[in-house]
């Protein structure tokens, strides 16, 4: 059974930072392409970071690059969103996801994905 567990988020004050961390099981996660979404209530889900399987080519959303870093643990079956600089903008849930694509594509939209974490909330505010 493919499960992603996540953790980390809460609350936060604006210029400050958070690891969310999310661990498979069932499945080697260096073999998946995997990617951090986020959602606000009203809006659709959007990609953030997402990464090719085997660590390949890394994509980040305009918003988000030079703050949040995408990056693996493989022994630990790991990945991890390093957010720095958040701002009150950046407050969403937040889930990772992963699929197994056929090539190295990198996949960034949630219809591409197959499984998903069960969420985390990051609240930036004062």
């Known amino acids: 059974q493919l499960q992603l567990v996540q953790s980390g988020g809460g609350l936060v004050q604006p210029g400050g930072s958070l690891r969310l961390s999310c661990v498979a099981s069932?499945?080697?996660?260096?073999?998946?392409?995997i990617g951090w979404f986020r959602q606000v209530p009203g809006k659709e889900r959007e990609a953030v970071a997402c990464q090719g399987k085997g660590n390949g080519r890394l994509y980040y959303h305009k918003a988000v690059k030079g703050r949040f870093t995408l990056s693996r643990d493989n022994p630990r079956n790991t990945v991890y969103l390093d957010m720095n600089n958040l701002r009150p903008e950046d407050t969403a849930r937040y889930y990772c996801a992963a699929t197994q694509p056929s090539s190295d594509y990198v996949p960034q939209f949630t219809s591409e994905f197959d499984d998903w974490g069960q969420g985390t909330q990051v609240t930036v505010s004062s």
């Open positions: 069932g499945f080697i996660l260096e073999n998946y392409a």
